[in-house]
């Protein structure tokens, strides 16, 4: 008996699934489990995904109904009915995704840039990873199948094509280039009445009701109210607990302030009081080591040995805010603290940089002082930790000296020679 074209077509592809279009966790419950009478090339494409032909909005419609009929003749409560209600489920699912993908094919050429809400959104062509990706508007999935969405170039902002022109969220980097700092005050709550019960990003209504739709979440970091679609329970340390009591423990934050956060945690922002350095002993020692940086900067940037081999970008040019100030801090500084690692890589700096300075490089070393007190031949640096330098004329001698004499040589010498002067 002759078969046509498409009924061959459709018992290869029974004999040679596609791999690719089989799901990670049929290959434990697949239809390998049913009978093998149970399946033939008219319900393949209910049974398995079939090919690539079949994944029409048609096809896949077809499926559907097709599958409703098997769920309503199979065996109540048998392992075939469970099965095929799954393969229900998933039928639909692929039916939504091959909608919004024959909607978005009928759209209109999109735009290669669009600039939002201080946004600069680019189309993406592909799915960033093979994980689910959502719309940080909606809340919806970016279905794989789809082929482009819009994702901000700056802060990572992903959405929908159709989303476009409903988003509410500022950019980070638009906020962040306005204030210039973080938030300095620990969850500056103003109560819900005052956001006149809605959200602080969209303004949908919100209440107080425990896990319901309209369910109001507090952000730690800004202190507002948001509902579930702008505030998603994502956890981030606050700048303003770490700079007031050291707490570097998550809190929930919006997705607003997350994207804030994360986007600036290396960027130095962060002033801490003085009052906190002599209370964090990590802390108060790291703080000399970058005074100490600072001065062997001063040897190593104005070094021709080093400035030929790149020595001076190799050691200098990490963090550089460590070295050319010691007094702010980046997010990425104050964590690495806390965890033990800023101090290591500091201390490997130091070490190297003093090396060069002492031991290494003989231009370096003939730029140390001799103390004038002491009369002693022993060069010393103004990084060493036993010498004192003048706040006046920065001149370098030993802590000891000083404090027998309370004064400084050179400021002497100056102050002599003005006396004279004036005579």
Known sequence: MDMTEEEI????????????????????????????????????????EGCQFAFTTEELTEALERCKTLVMTSEECSDERKWLVRRLVELRHRLAQAKENELIKNQPEQEEVQVRLGHNFVVNYQPASATSLYCDHCCGTIWNVVSYYYRCIDCSYRIHIKCLHFITRVCPILIISEQGSYETKICPEVGLDRQDYKCFECENPINFVQRGNNEARKCDYSGRYFCKSCHWNSLSVIPARIMHNWDFEPKPVSQAAYQLIKMTKERPLIILDNSLYPLIEELNKIKKMREQLGHMKLYISTCRSSLESGFHKRELEWRRHLVHNTDIFSLDDLNDLHNGQ?????????????KHIKEDCEVCKGRGFFCEYCKSTEVIFPFDNSVYICPKCEYVQHKHCWMTRNACPKCVRKESKTDKADE
């Open 342 to 354: 800023l101090r290591m890589k500091i201390e490997s700096i130091h070490s190297k940089l003093k």
């Open 9 to 48: 077509e459709k018992q290869e592809c029974v004999r040679s699934p596609s791999l690719s279009s089989v799901s990670g966790d049929e290959e434990s419950d697949s239809s390998a489990h049913l009978s093998t009478t149970f399946i033939d090339a008219h319900n393949y494409i209910t049974l398995k």
